[in-house]
């Protein structure tokens, strides 16, 4: 790979050396990451300005689908836009995709000439999964891309870490009864910007519509606590209904957060949050490469397993022997 090829290459908006380095971010070895680390340096005055939005939502919820019709959408309005996809595949098969086994591909979205899709394993956090698709993103706005959409698996940590990564976080939720609302996790629901009701055509529109207004009283019982009441959307991504209506919502979610420069500090703590993760990932990593015969990590782990090491003091002999190295 020619280096300056690879920043002029990207810096024009080339599909090839965008997604080179991309892999080169995503490689287990040392040594691409370390190239990784400095084209994106490089390239560091070329980024921030896009709109990064992470949608989430339980598997098979529609959200591949959703995206597929809110890009054309985007794309019929503004057609000068350029999109990127990053779409979070489980690297387990036990870990997600679909529960209706029938998982959507954006086979249509992806072939447009503005649109570049992208999978993205979740290496878990062993792998830095999460601070990945951080950068990745970054490396999509220098090469030129307006708007980025994270497709999240709605299981586990991962899409609090995408919801803490974007300007805006989208829930797409599948119409349900009331008792199955009663076990959903509430916890995110303190992250959404706008929640989407999908799956709003057939036999399940009636309960999508009763659902909207269980959302709504939800999120206004909770407004006091926050200037921006998430709006709650029905659509049929299938339909490629109401899709529309969450654009224009969306750009005015956007603007609102602009408006009251949320939208600049939240984009300054997570520059912070993410060096501060990187910190401890790469600290981590050193420790793990620097055991001795003296210092054995899996042994110190043992001991605070069993209760026989205090956990501060593990981490200080561990600090102190990685000075000592
Ligand atoms: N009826 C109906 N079906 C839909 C709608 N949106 C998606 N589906 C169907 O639901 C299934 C799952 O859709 P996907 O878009 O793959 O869902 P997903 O949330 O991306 O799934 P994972 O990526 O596996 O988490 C597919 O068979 C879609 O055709 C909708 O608005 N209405
Ligand atoms: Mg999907």
Redesign the pocket.
């Known amino acids: 790979m020619n280096y300056n090829e690879t920043i002029e290459g990207i810096l024009k908006g080339s599909r090839k050396h965008l997604a080179k380095a991309i892999s080169l971010l995503e490689s287990y070895r040392e040594d691409d990451l370390l190239i990784a680390q400095n084209l994106l340096d490089e390239l560091m005055p070329s980024t921030g300005k896009s709109y990064r939005i992470g949608i989430t939502?339980?598997?098979?919820?529609?959200?591949?689908?959703?995206i597929e019709a809110f890009g054309e959408e985007i794309l019929k309005f503004e057609p000068k836009k350029k999109i990127a996809v990053i779409?979070i595949d489980p690297s387990s098969p036990k870990r997600?995709?679909?529960?209706?086994g029938?998982?959507?591909r954006m086979n249509s979205l992806s072939r447009h000439e503005n649109v570049f899709v992208r999978p993205s394993p979740s290496k878990g956090e062993q792998g830095g999964g999460a601070l990945k698709t951080y950068e990745t993103c970054l490396l999509m706005e220098a090469a030129g891309y307006d708007i980025i959409i994270i497709?999240t698996?709605?299981v586990g940590q991962s899409e609090y870490k995408v919801g803490q990564m974007v300007d805006a976080f989208l829930l797409?939720h599948m119409p349900a009864t009331g008792d199955e609302l009663q076990g959903m996790k509430r916890g995110i629901l303190e992250l959404v910007d706008l929640l989407i009701i999908?799956?709003?055509?057939?036999k399940?529109e009636h309960e999508g519509k009763l659902n909207k207004k269980i959302f709504e009283q939800v999120f206004h019982l909770s407004a006091t606590k926050k200037k921006w009441s998430p709006p709650v959307l029905l659509?049929?991504?299938?339909?490629k209904e109401g899709v529309g209506v969450v654009w224009q919502e969306l750009k005015k979610f956007l603007l609102h957060q602009k408006k009251t420069r949320d939208f600049q500090k939240k984009r300054e703590n997570q520059a912070l949050e993410c060096f501060n993760q990187q910190l401890i990932f790469k600290l981590n990593k050193k420790i793990r490469e620097k055991e001795t015969k003296l210092l054995s990590y899996e042994a110190i782990q043992e001991k605070i397993k069993n209760g026989l090491l205090c956990p501060s003091k593990a981490a200080q002999i561990v600090l102190e022997n990685l000075m000592k190295a």
């Open positions: 939502g339980i598997p098979g919820v529609g959200k591949s689908t959703f779409t997600g995709g679909s529960i209706l029938d998982k959507v497709e698996l709605g797409l999908n799956k709003c055509d057939g399940l659509a049929s991504s299938k339909e």
